[in-house]
């Protein structure tokens, strides 16, 4: 089994309806992120969170909403969906407590988000 | 704040042909990490090499190879005797130091989509 779950895999929605996007990890990491991939736009930072009770916005959080719901679970809403919320969404965890800190971020195999 | 820059969009080789991808950064940090990550068409975002700022020796993973150059803020990434599974997105990252809020996360450039021809 994967070390980082996401679910769905690939979901059609249309433009109004809430989402939720659902990770979890088994490699006992304390951080974890979401991230949205563009074609010709890289990675970029939806928001992360340090434990269940600290939650950082990143680069492009408008639109969207997240929750820490223990440390292994942290899910990505978006409330209404817009069409240019179409994407490729990655949840990532990384360890920053032990020792053998090495910044990785490891991946979910991604969540295809299509908006109508 | 960070940006990371990569130039080349996309690149076509032949297999066996020995291929670079260029990556440039911008940042006033000493002390930080660059990673290249490789997402193939099952979309799985795989680390392919990392490299910390402070070490002076080029990282190298088998075939794969950086060229570490801080003055000029440059991570390029080689790849020798290149192969039909090395098809991918290639995507660069910066990390700042822990201290400095490394556990932020990673800034990534917009890609390089790599093929490799038979």
């Known amino acids: 089994d994967a070390d980082v779950t996401q679910t769905p895999r690939n979901r059609i929605t249309k433009t109004g309806k809430r989402i939720m996007l659902e990770c979890s990890q088994t490699?006992?990491?304390?951080?974890m992120y979401w991230y949205r991939q563009d074609p010709g736009l890289g990675l970029r930072l939806i928001y992360y969170s340090f434990d269940v009770k600290d939650i950082n916005k990143g680069e492009i959080s408008d639109g969207y909403s997240v929750s820490r719901q223990a440390q292994a679970k942290f899910s990505l809403s978006l409330e209404s969906a817009i069409p240019n919320q179409t994407a490729l969404y990655f949840c990532?965890?990384?360890?920053?407590?032990?020792?053998?800190?090495?910044?990785?971020?490891?991946f979910g195999e991604g969540s295809r988000l299509t908006v109508l | 704040a960070q940006t990371v820059t990569q130039s080349q969009p996309e690149m076509s080789v032949q297999e066996a042909e020995t291929v670079t991808l260029s990556c440039t950064y911008d940042?006033?940090?000493?002390?930080?990490?660059l990673f290249w990550y490789k997402q193939p068409p099952s979309r799985q975002m795989i680390l392919v090499i990392r490299q910390e700022a402070y070490k002076q020796q080029n990282a190298t993973e088998n075939r794969f190879s950086v060229n570490f150059q801080k003055a000029a803020k440059s991570f390029s990434l080689k790849i020798s005797d290149s192969q039909l599974g090395d098809t991918a997105m290639y995507f660069c990252a910066f990390m700042k130091p822990r201290e400095k809020g490394g556990a932020d996360g990673l800034t990534f450039g917009k890609g390089t989509h790599l093929i490799i021809q038979p």
């Open positions: 490699k006992g990491h304390d951080r």
């Open positions: 940042t006033s940090e000493n002390n930080y990490y």
């Open positions: 990532a965890t990384s360890d920053f407590t032990g020792t053998a800190n090495t910044g990785e971020l490891f």
